[in-house]
Every structure is written in structure tokens, then in C-alpha cells.
């Protein structure tokens, strides 16, 4: 029986919550009687953040889940990301509120495909971004995440051969940043792609003084116009640091929760998309809600699984990222 059979036999993802329920009051209980531990990213819905333990970029929630002593992760995040948190403490839970909170990015770069791909460069090292599956990590020398992967290719000698993937938005934001000439896999971020310039253009002749933040997954017609390009711990804290009052944001909505809750003065508004939708919510981050964040904690599942012999050669990349990560007090 797969895991989403055995949802559906169990009938948790249609269990009924009694509407009267105090959801903050009742994960926090079921949290310190299990032992277990909220990590959220900032795409998670306001509620969601709120009620975590720790939230932060993925950097940030790698090294929580390396070091945590809780016996149960709840990962508010999407599938990559509770990968890599069981991959680094394989022995403990690690729970997603929906399993079916994907990536867009990690399934533009099919581990298969990869790994021909790699093939056509046997002298190159291969660093992956972070949002990918365990089986692309496996096929890894390093991992990064946007708040390390200028850091992580210069700390390589400088005639190192390199291949970056799955972000070509990313890889070419790092191979500029550090005048390095990387092998780009063809992959990129269905969210950070949306972005118009056009109506930034126009948005910003509306508000001159205001600074324009980018995720570095945003395409370079977008970053030529950034004031500042970063991950969202960046994002985040460029905003709080600086004495300008109006920011606009090109990357998904939910990291203008902690922005505003942080700089309650500042005017924080989302960067435009090329669409007609007004919004730049992440389909897959936002599967996940206070209510199976509930469910998942009081019957323990869904549960993310890797098997042994993946997590065997992903640790590898992983920890070599935390450890460069380390010595550079990032
Ligand atoms: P960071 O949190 O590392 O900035 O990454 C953004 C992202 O797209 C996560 O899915
Ligand atoms: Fe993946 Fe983009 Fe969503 Fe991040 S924002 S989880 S990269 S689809």
C-alpha cells in the first residue's frame, strides 16, 4: 500500500477537526508530549509560521535539522526540504503536513536525466542547489542553498571544473557574482519566473523611493533592476537594516509575513507578475495548513522516508555544504 493508499484507509486527510478546537493550543501540547520540534520556511502561511519553533531560509532549516534534539521534525516546507532534514537525522520522524508539497524546480531536473548530463563532463564537480530531490543530491559533491552558493564555488580552487543545478537563474547569478564559467543544468522555479518588468517598471516610477528585493531564483531581466539580491534570510534582513521605508519583493508571498511583523513602519509590496493572478504564492508551500499541520502531528503521519542507500551518498554533499557553511560563520 503506498503511503497515499494508506492516507486514505486511515482516513486522516479527511479527518474531521472540530471547528471549536484551539489549533495553536492543541500543537503545542501534542509538540512538547511528542517531543517534536515546527520548522517552517517563510512561504508557509502566516498561521504556520506563528506556531513554529524555528523558521528561516533553507540554510537555516538544514541546520536546525541537523542539530535538533527532538525525537519528531515537522517539516513546514516542501518535500526537498524534509528530505534533506531526515537525511541529516535519519533516525528521527520527520513528518510533512502533505506529502504532495513538490517543488517545481526539484522536478525540472530529473535525477536520470542528471545523471547523463553529468556524464557529457566527467572532469567537473557537480554543485546542486538545495531545492532538489535526495537522488540529484546523491548524484552531488557539494549542495548549496542561495545563502551559500557564491560562497561554496569560491571556496573552490579556481581551475575547478564546476556544473550547477537545477537553477539556471541561480547558476547564472553565481557564475556573474564570481566570474566563474559553470556548466548550467536548464531548470528554474516556476514562482520566481513569474515576475514581470514591465510592471515593476511601472510600479516603481509609482514609488520611487522604494527598493527592489529579489530572490536570486528570479530571471536577470529581474535582478538588473534589484537594489538587493538574496535569499529570504537576506531578503529579510536587508529590509529590517535599512533606513528606506518601501520595498518591493520579487519572491513568494510569504516571507512579507515576518517583514511586516519585523518592520511594522515599512510598506512591503510583492513585485508584480506577468499574469493576470495578483498573487506569487508557491502552489507546493502553500498545500501545507495549520489544520494538517494538526492532523500530522497527532497521528504522525505522512511520514518522508529515504531509502538507506540514497541518504548513504546525499549526507556527503550536505554536511560538506554545512561545514563550509560553518568556517565561513554563515
Ligand atoms: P531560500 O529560503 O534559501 O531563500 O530559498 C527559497 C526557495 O525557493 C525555497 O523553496
Ligand atoms: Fe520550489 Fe519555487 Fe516553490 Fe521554492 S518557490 S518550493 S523553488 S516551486
Known sequence: ???????KVKGFADEYIDPSLDLFAEIDRLKKEKNAVILAHYYQEGDIQDIADYIGDSLGLSQQAAKTNADIIVFA???????????LSPNKKVLLPDLKAGCSLADSCP????????????DHLVITYVNCTAELKALSDIVCTSSN???IVESLPKDQKIIFGPDRNLGAWVAKKTGRDLVLWNGACMV???FSRE???RLKERHPNAKILAHPE???????MADYIGSTTGILKYATNSSEMEFIVATESGIMHQMEKDNPDKTFIPAPPNNQCACNDCPHMKRNTLEKLYLCLK???PEVEVPAHIIKDAVKPIERMLEISAKLGL
Open 77 to 87: 516546507g516542501v518535500h526537498f526540504m524534509a528530505e534533506t532534514a531526515k537525511i
Open 199 to 201: 510592471k515593476i517598471t
Open 111 to 122: 535525477p536520470h536525466l542528471f545523471k547523463k548530463f553529468k556524464e557529457q563532463y566527467p
Open 299 to 301: 497521528n504522525e503521519m
Open 1 to 7: 500500500m503506498d503511503i497515499f493508499e494508506e492516507i
Open 218 to 224: 528570479c530571471e536577470e531581466v529581474i535582478l538588473q
Open 149 to 151: 552558493a557564491v560562497q
Open 192 to 194: 520566481h519566473e513569474i
